[in-house]
């Protein structure tokens, strides 16, 4: 069975600050993973993801994750918060190329607050 | 290019009522998901539809059932309604990309009230 810790409930960050959000999770094959960025009452938006390849990816409004497999981490950063990235992050692992399914399972989220 | 909608925006029910819960897909895509995130908690899989048939199903009872029509739009229904559904209902739309985990876009949700 898939699953995704997202060890920290908050953090709170200074404007202008590097944040890291961290993401662990548990898959028995190379898996696929997401990050997606939750502001109140919305929806979810994709901020990343990886499949395959650079284990360093890119995603929009500046954010980057990592892909460790040796740590099964998925690790997300900013090198400099803005006001606007307050929100909630949720990391999200689904089946890789060689799995079943097509089920996103999801961690419990960590809530970002910007420090102004 | 329409991204995924979702409607209503808000619902409360009593318990035991029944509820139906409308998702329209982005454009081009064919297989639609639905999730349930309740207060303080990560979205938890219900089921998928992929060209009107059901496509995996998540540990949701029964009366968590769904539709999809030939556009692609879903619909999510609710029987017998109990307080602890309460919670936010999203719809994320997909295309098969050839194997392994669609990336599956969001709508805003529905959130429903159960009193």
């Known amino acids: 069975a898939q699953s995704v810790t997202q060890p920290d409930i908050h953090i709170t960050v200074s404007e202008g600050a590097s944040l890291e959000l961290r993401c662990n999770y548990s898959y028995g094959a190379t898996p696929y993973l997401f990050w997606y960025v939750q502001s109140p009452g919305q929806g979810l938006q994709l901020l990343l993801k990886?499949?395959?390849?650079?284990?360093l990816v890119q995603g929009i409004k500046g954010f980057e994750a990592e892909f460790k497999r040796s740590q099964s981490s998925f690790n997300l950063r900013k090198p400099s918060v803005h006001w606007s990235d307050a929100a909630e992050y949720f990391c999200a692992v689904g089946p890789g190329l060689k799995g079943g399914g097509n089920k996103l399972t999801f961690g419990t989220g960590t809530q970002l607050k910007v420090e102004l | 290019e329409t991204g995924v909608t979702q409607s209503p925006t808000h619902l409360i029910k009593t318990r035991g009522q029944q509820v139906t819960l409308r998702c329209s897909s982005q454009s081009g895509h064919n297989t639609v998901s639905w999730y349930q995130q309740a207060l303080g908690q990560g979205p938890q899989f219900i089921f998928q539809y992929y060209r009107e048939e059901e496509n995996g199903r998540g540990n949701f009872p029964p009366r968590f059932s769904g539709l999809q029509f030939p556009n692609y739009s879903s619909e999510l229904n609710v029987n017998a309604l109990e307080l602890d559904d309460s919670a936010l209902y999203l719809c994320?739309?997909?295309?098969?990309?050839?194997?392994?985990?669609?990336?599956?876009?969001f709508g805003p949700g529905t959130r429903l009230t159960v009193l």
């Open positions: 994320a739309s997909s295309k098969p990309a050839g194997g392994g985990t669609d990336t599956q876009y």
């Open positions: 990886y499949f395959s390849g650079d284990t």
